[in-house]
Nanobody
Framework: DVQLVESGGGSVQPGGALTLSCTAS????????AAWFRQAPGKKREGVAA???????TYADSVKGRFTASVDNAKNTLYLRMNNLKAEDTAMYYC?????????WGRGTQVTVS
C-alpha cells in the first residue's frame, strides 16, 4: 500500500520557522511529482509548492521567498522548509504525490502561527 505520512507541524510565533516532512512508502518519489497543499478553516485547499520529475519547483505567490520544497529520494522523504511564518500560514498542511494527477495524499499536519 502507498502511504504518505506528514510530520513536523506545530505552533510557532510569527517570524518563526518550521520544517515539515513527508515520508513515503509503497512507491518511489523519484518517479512521481510531489506537492504540498494547505487548507485553513473555512477556506479552500490551496497548492503551496510542487516538485516535478525534473526537480523543478513552483511556489504559490504567497510563500515565494519564504518556503522551500525539497525531496530526498534516498530517504523517500519530502520536505517543506517554512521561514518567516505569518499568521495567514496557519493551516493543515498535506503532502501529495502522483504521476498525471495527485493520487496519493497524507493525512496532514497542523501548523499554527500565533
Amino acid at each position: 500500500d502507498v502511504q504518505l505520512v506528514e510530520s513536523g507541524g506545530g505552533s510557532v510565533q510569527p517570524g518563526g520557522a518550521l520544517t515539515l516532512s513527508c515520508t513515503a512508502s509503497g512507491y518511489s518519489p523519484s518517479t512521481h511529482c510531489a506537492a504540498w497543499f494547505r487548507q485553513a478553516p473555512g477556506k479552500k485547499r490551496e497548492g503551496v509548492a510542487a516538485i516535478d520529475l525534473n526537480g523543478g519547483r513552483t511556489y504559490a505567490d504567497s510563500v515565494k521567498g519564504r518556503f522551500t520544497a525539497s525531496v530526498d529520494n534516498a530517504k523517500n522523504t519530502l520536505y517543506l522548509r517554512m521561514n518567516n511564518l505569518k499568521a495567514e500560514d496557519t493551516a493543515m498542511y498535506y503532502c501529495a504525490a502522483g504521476t498525471v494527477v495527485f493520487t496519493y495524499w497524507g493525512r496532514g499536519t497542523q501548523v499554527t502561527v500565533s
